[in-house]
């Protein structure tokens, strides 16, 4: 009897629990925020670091450079007075004169100036053919050289542009922040030695030198108060000395 009065049947159980049971709209609130948390970790654990300083920093500062000296130049009106100046030149004559002494020159000569002149641009397309190879084969060494860096430090991955100016640069950038850096902790250094030293050892000398003063002082007041009683001593012991000595020969003797 007690157990058929106190014993539950599932569904009398069921119906006394309240369920626990989230609502479905929390539930996708909450899929939704995991799902966005995944992939804002996965991004950024493939994503690349933006570089510090590139060679476009560079290019963009002379950009901005020569508009303001463009500007500069057009609000002063400098061009005018430069045409001005150009144009009271009497340069059409100089050229004339100039021609009608070449004219006068033997054809020898002219095959000359000529052929210098086609040297000259056969040595600056060579010229211009060696920088463009030279600059091939040191990207490609820039390149070796950041691969290597980025597989040493994963993290860093694309901090560097793969280009030879670009790994110049950043040397000298990282360069200049070291020296700054060796500046400051050594000027950090050499204040906190300069402190530790006036508090520590220039307190123990200060301290020293009181107590030798302190120590000083009696023995000054000792060696003044001997010589304050040595004159009196002595004349003391001047009537004394001259009592006890003997008369001279050929004085007489006082009565």
């Not at 220039?202 to 120590?215: M, P, T, V, Y």
């Amino acid at each position: 009897l007690k157990r058929s009065r106190h014993s539950n049947t599932p569904a009398q159980s069921a119906r006394a629990t309240p369920s626990r049971r989230l609502p479905p709209a929390a539930m996708a609130r909450g899929v939704a925020v995991l799902s966005l948390a995944l992939a804002l970790s996965a991004k950024s654990a493939h994503a690349e670091v933006s570089p510090i300083i590139t060679t476009d920093l560079v290019q963009g500062t002379s950009e901005l450079l020569y508009d303001i000296y463009a500007m500069a130049w057009e609000k002063s009106q400098m061009g005018g007075i430069v045409a001005q100046a150009m144009a009271s030149l009497p340069i059409a004559d100089i050229k004339k004169q100039v021609n009608a002494q070449l004219a006068a020159l033997p054809p020898d000569v002219h095959k000359y100036l000529d052929l210098a002149q086609e040297k000259t641009a056969e040595a600056k397309s060579m010229a211009t053919d060696i920088a463009v190879k030279a600059k091939a084969t040191a990207d490609l060494g820039a390149a070796t050289a950041i691969d290597a860096f980025e597989r040493a430090l994963p993290a860093y991955k694309g901090l560097i542009p793969k280009t030879f100016g670009n790994l110049v640069l950043f040397g000298v950038y990282m360069g200049i922040v070291l020296a700054v850096l060796q500046r400051v902790v050594f000027f950090c250094f050499r204040l906190g030695m300069s402190v530790l030293w006036f508090f520590c050892f220039c307190g123990c000398c200060c301290c020293r030198s009181g107590k030798a003063k302190n120590g000083a002082a009696p023995a000054k007041g000792k060696a003044k108060a001997k010589a304050k009683g040595a004159p009196a001593k002595s004349e003391t012991t001047a009537p004394k000395a001259a009592a006890a000595a003997p008369p001279k020969a050929g004085t007489k003797k006082s009565k």
